[in-house]
């Protein structure tokens, strides 16, 4: 079954704090792994991605955490800031056919207030 | 460059009429996918181009929907006789060959069946 389990729905956090939003997936030929920022109006956009080779992967104040063996990843974003509310969704690419078929997560709407 | 574009960007509709939504993916992204947006839902894929390989129509939720892709480009997603429960936000994604090349999102269409 290919699927990907995000969580929490929804996620408010202090200025200056630290979100963080978990995913699980089944599948374990699922080969990499995205997360998508989404703004009101807007269509996603690719945050950061991590292969399951590695164990952490980071990019300013955002990280992916990736724990092969649990089929779990997480994404922390630290120093939250009100520009970060949006809307956030990891997903699983299942490399079928060769192309990159992403199965994404129900996503978690993300407030952060001042 | 210009991004992916998507028209309309809104759409009402009467239950029973059809509907055709466009994308129109970035020059020279040969794979394009349809993904559907459900209030509180995450992304569900409905159907996937890639150059001039049959398309993955896996995702396609009744025989209602169909879409096609014209000389490797532009694309139509229509839905035959809409149904309330068609109502969501449809959006349209491109990518380029390249392994773990990320997708690039439209802003999406609304439709609104009444």
């Known amino acids: 079954q290919q699927q990907v389990k995000q969580s929490p729905q929804s996620l408010i956090v202090q200025k200056g704090g630290i979100s963080i939003i978990n995913c699980a997936y089944e599948?374990?030929?699922?080969?990499?792994f995205p997360w998508y920022q989404q703004f009101p109006g807007k269509g996603p956009a690719l945050l950061i991605a991590i292969r399951p080779d590695v164990s952490e992967k980071k990019e300013g104040r955002f990280t992916i955490s990736f724990n092969k063996s649990a089929k779990q990843f997480s994404l922390h974003i630290m120093d939250s800031q009100p520009g970060d509310s949006a809307t956030y969704f990891c997903a699983a690419r299942g490399f079928s056919g060769g192309y990159n078929k992403l199965i994404f997560g129900a996503g978690t709407r993300l407030a952060v207030h001042p | 460059g210009a991004g992916v574009s998507q028209s309309p960007s809104n759409k009402v509709t009467e239950k029973g009429k059809d509907v055709e939504l466009r994308c129109d993916p970035i020059?020279?992204?040969?794979?394009l996918y349809w993904y559907r947006q459900s209030l509180g839902q995450g992304l569900e894929f409905l159907i996937y181009?890639?150059?001039?390989?049959?398309?993955?129509k896996s995702g396609l939720p009744s025989d209602r929907f169909s879409a096609e892709r014209t000389g490797g480009s532009v694309s139509t997603l229509t839905i035959q006789r809409t149904q309330q429960e068609d109502s969501a936000v449809y959006l349209c994604?491109?990518?380029?060959?390249?392994?773990?090349?990320?997708?690039?999102f439209g802003n999406g269409t609304r439709l609104t069946v009444t």
């Open positions: 599948n374990t030929a699922f080969d990499y």
């Open positions: 994604a491109s990518s380029s060959r390249l392994e773990n090349s990320p997708l690039h």
């Open positions: 181009f890639q150059g001039n390989s049959a398309p993955d």
């Open positions: 020059s020279g992204h040969t794979a």
